[in-house]
């Protein structure tokens, strides 16, 4: 048996290091991360190859009470802070006026040469509730500030108003995802105009809009005339079009952004595309849990298929055969269409 095993591990080192990568990327794309931690305790060699694998991608605790220890640990490893390149933050009710975000946190962001994205985000009663107040001190913000200065850095992904301070200090902004969860009361105008004087090139932008007009596309294309791909998104409840009006009446407005290559909408609820729907989907579905009839769910489909075949229809005619941008993706709600060079929408 140890012959056997010796004769294994002989075959295993005998690996040249393309093969040993390729075999560690694809244990993580697999989502098998305690897979690949155990694949990198087999020998040195695999850990160096595994180690940016592993850190590529990391949601750390924040750091609170007793971690101080496992943080000094952690900055002492540059191979691992050099591995960074996208960092999740989730602000939840551990940040206390009694449990104060500690020193070391904002050493760790600072020591992280490589970082490309971060993602910082807060729950609900952070944002809305009275403990939040810490993440608003100045003292945070420039804290913060000055520990996100990292040259590489160029995606930005936040749910709150509360970190738009962040454009600010990021030297060079390619992409910038608001997403809705606590901004539906911040207006646009308040933000586009800086955000363009600061990143004029930015590429990516996603804001937290189910309902827009003409004027807010004018005012976008005026200020981020590089845009590349832009979204709006809300959740199931956010505001939607008055009786009468929808998407397509601002279509046109889109062939003000001349690079653009993709479009990302709300869900088709969202479009004013057919103003009872809601209300239609909400009486189908309550005689289907009392009659038990898919014919009405059917009926559901095959509206809702309607309605997003009337909005392709719409972005064919109203931007591509216009002069419009050369559209590449079109994403309502969850679904992604591919339109390739006949104009064809594909579902992907």
Request: proline share 5%; net charge neutral; aromatic share 8%.
């Amino acid at each position: 048996m140890k012959s056997t095993q010796k004769s294994e591990l002989t075959q295993y080192s005998a690996l040249n290091d393309d093969i040993l990568y390729h075999l560690c990327h694809v244990t993580r794309t697999t989502n098998n991360i305690q897979g690949l931690i155990g694949l990198s305790m087999v020998d040195r060699r695999t850990r160096m190859i595994a180690t940016p694998i592993i850190f590529k991608k990391i949601r750390p605790f924040l750091f609170w009470d007793e971690a101080h220890a496992e943080v000094e640990v952690i900055l002492k490893n540059r191979r691992i802070l050099s591995s960074v390149r996208a960092l999740r933050l989730n602000f939840s009710d551990d940040v206390t006026p009694d449990r104060s975000i500690p020193n070391e946190f904002f050493t760790f962001l600072a020591s992280l040469p490589g970082l490309i994205e971060i993602s910082i985000t807060s729950s609900n009663q952070i944002t809305f509730g009275p403990r939040f107040q810490q993440l608003r001190d100045e003292r945070f913000k420039r804290n913060l500030s000055r520990s996100l200065s990292q040259p590489t850095l160029q995606s930005l992904i936040i749910s709150s108003e509360i970190f738009l301070f962040l454009m600010e200090s990021i030297q060079q902004l390619i992409s910038l995802v608001i997403k809705a969860d606590q901004f539906h009361d911040v207006p646009v105008e308040s933000y586009i105009e800086k955000l363009g004087s600061l990143h004029p090139r930015l590429e990516k932008l996603h804001l937290p809009l189910a309902r827009y007009d003409t004027k807010t596309i004018r005012e976008i294309a005026r200020c981020l005339p590089d845009l590349r791909d832009i979204g709006f998104k809300s959740g199931a409840y956010g505001p939607r079009y008055q009786e009468g009006r929808s998407v397509l009446d601002h279509l046109a407005s889109f062939r003000m952004l001349p690079m653009l290559e993709s479009i990302t909408f709300p869900d088709i609820l969202n479009l004013g595309l057919d103003y009872d729907l809601p209300s239609f989907v909400k009486r189908v579905r309550l005689e289907i849990d009392i009659f038990g009839d898919s014919d009405l769910e059917d009926a559901i489909i095959a509206r809702k298929e309607e309605a997003i075949g009337r909005l392709l229809e719409g972005i064919d005619k109203e931007i591509m055969t216009k002069g419009g941008p050369r559209l590449k993706i079109i994403v309502i709600g969850d679904i992604i269409y591919e339109i390739d060079a006949n104009r064809r929408f594909r579902r992907s």
